[in-house]
């Protein structure tokens, strides 16, 4: 069973910045692609950023530029590195992660940015 476990959530000020961690419990480069949604309530779950296996990048529209997605194959994790962070990117963020079957989730980490 492949378990994600995301930590760096946490509150700061509408400018600053956060670093988001997914640790896999497995080699990450198995996975199809890798990516970090976000909720809030009501509703449903967005893709903020993605990465492939190959490590092409995508990016939600209101992020780009400001968000950047990484992997490091060796310690089994991803990143998302959060700069000029808005009140609006306030948000439950899930690591996703997606194989040729399956589909696996973290258990959410909070973001929450004040004005």
């Known amino acids: 069973q492949v378990q994600l476990v995301e930590s760096g959530g946490g509150l700061v000020q509408a400018g600053g910045s956060l670093r988001l961690s997914c640790a896999a419990s497995?080699?990450?480069?198995?996975?199809?692609?890798l990516g970090w949604y976000r909720q809030t309530p009501g509703k449903e779950r967005e893709l903020v950023a993605g990465?492939?296996?190959?490590?092409?990048?995508n990016y939600e529209d209101s992020v780009k530029g400001r968000f950047t997605i990484s992997r490091d194959s060796a310690k089994k994790t991803v990143h998302l590195q959060m700069n000029s962070l808005k009140p609006e990117d306030t948000a439950v963020y899930y690591c996703n992660a997606r194989d040729f079957l399956h589909t696996y989730w973290g258990q959410g980490t909070q973001v929450t940015v004040s004005s």
């Open positions: 497995t080699n990450i480069l198995w996975f199809n692609t």
């Open positions: 990465i492939t296996r190959g490590g092409s990048t």
